[in-house]
């Protein structure tokens, strides 16, 4: 018996974005659903033109009410999740296969995500794949129920709703709903996280840090996020001059973190920003800093790793060795590494393609 599989999204306002994805989509599912909570721009009638059935939602200020009512409407065995400012972009074969496949799992697909303006981006493995009897909880970065075995599947989804021209957007509302999540949850380590990184993207270290140490105090070792949350904790109290706190914390950290080239390379960032803010020290601290770099570049890019970010194991990381040999006075070996980076530059693929 053929499985199958509907398109299932909740939007408001995403005329710039909604028909691309709703293109990349078009060609694997059976029926695209679209919970409309409140556009006004032409949002409904660009997704009707594309395929699409609209159905209208009055929002209540929770995102995981939103996705459960847009999935009560869809009678599909699979469901794949996407937001406007997301599509296909490779690997899609796997949606196909999922017609001879059993719904007794979550897929997890990597979301390439775009930021800043545009000349970075990060991987994450997100659970966009769901059986029909999943649902979400959360106010805010809902998950789905955790208690559904999960599996990584090969597609691999850009978005751009990171880079600053469309973050601008949506600037206050996360964290007044984030709030209203941590007032019903205040244990909720992983609220705290995600309304730490909100205030943190923002500028908004000294109320970052405190809501980062209690999420790093009670996340599990295992949690898919505590990677990011680390490495957004060290960054956060480097930007508060607080280097020897960071220390402390990468050394208890370390052990976990072999594979990470991130981790490496904000290492390094944080000893070079120690040395030039206490200059005596930096005779001490330039070994490490260079070795911290060396490591990322050692290890290479894992895009297995969640919120890595791309370049920091190699062409980020050979940049950085660049600018620190020429600050040295060591042009010979500053022009070696601008030479890696360049190829490293070149090596890397125009788009993210990353295999399960």
């Known amino acids: 018996m053929l499985h199958s599989l509907a398109l299932v999204m909740i939007v408001r306002d995403e005329a710039r974005c909604i028909e691309r994805c709703l293109a990349s989509a078009r060609p694997w599912v ?9 556009s006004r721009d032409d949002t409904v009638a660009r997704s009707q033109a594309a395929g699409a059935q609209v159905h209208p ?38 949606l196909a296969s999922l017609r001879n496949t059993e719904a007794r799992f979550i897929g997890q697909v990597c979301v390439s995500s775009q930021f800043g303006r545009g000349g970075d981006e990060s991987p994450s493995w997100l659970p966009r794949v769901l059986p029909r009897a999943v649902r979400y909880s959360g106010r805010i970065h809902e ?5 559904v075995p999960r599996q990584r599947l090969s597609l691999v989804v850009g978005h751009d709703g990171y ?33 730490a990184k909100d205030l943190e993207l923002r500028g908004g270290f ?6 980062y140490e209690q999420a790093h105090a009670q996340v599990e070792p295992h949690a898919p996020w505590r990677h990011d949350l680390v490495l ?17 914390l990468v050394e208890r950290e370390l052990p976990h973190w072999a594979h990470s080239p991130d981790f490496f390379f904000t290492l390094g960032d944080l000893l070079l920003d120690w040395a030039a803010s206490e200059p005596q020290r930096g005779p001490a601290l330039l070994p490490s800093i260079e070795a911290a770099w060396l490591q990322a570049l050692s ?33 010979a070996q500053a022009q070696a590494w601008r030479e890696r980076e360049r190829h490293l530059r070149q090596a890397r693929p125009a788009r993210a393609h990353v295999s399960a």
């Open 30 to 38: 059976d029926t695209m659903l679209v919970l409309d909570t409140g």
């Open 232 to 248: 957004r904790l060290i960054f956060s109290l480097k930007k508060l001059g607080r280097h020897a706190q960071a220390m402390l």
């Open 163 to 195: 880079l600053d021209q469309h973050q601008r957007a949506k600037t206050g509302r996360n964290e007044r709903l984030l709030r209203l999540a941590l007032a019903e949850n205040p244990q909720d380590p992983y609220v705290r996280y995600q309304l």
């Open 206 to 211: 000294d109320a970052a840090v405190p809501l």
């Open 57 to 94: 939602f009055t929002w209540v200020d929770d995102f995981a009410a939103a996705r459960n009512a847009a999935l009560a409407l869809c009678d599909a065995d699979w469901r794949l999740v996407l937001d406007a400012d997301e599509w296909i972009e490779s690997g899609a074969e796997c």
């Open 299 to 331: 290890i290479g890019e894992n895009a297995a790793l969640n919120d890595t970010v791309r370049g920091r194991g190699s062409y980020l990381a050979a940049h950085n060795l660049a600018v620190l040999h020429a600050t040295l006075g060591d042009e």
């Open 143 to 147: 998950q789905p129920d955790v208690s």
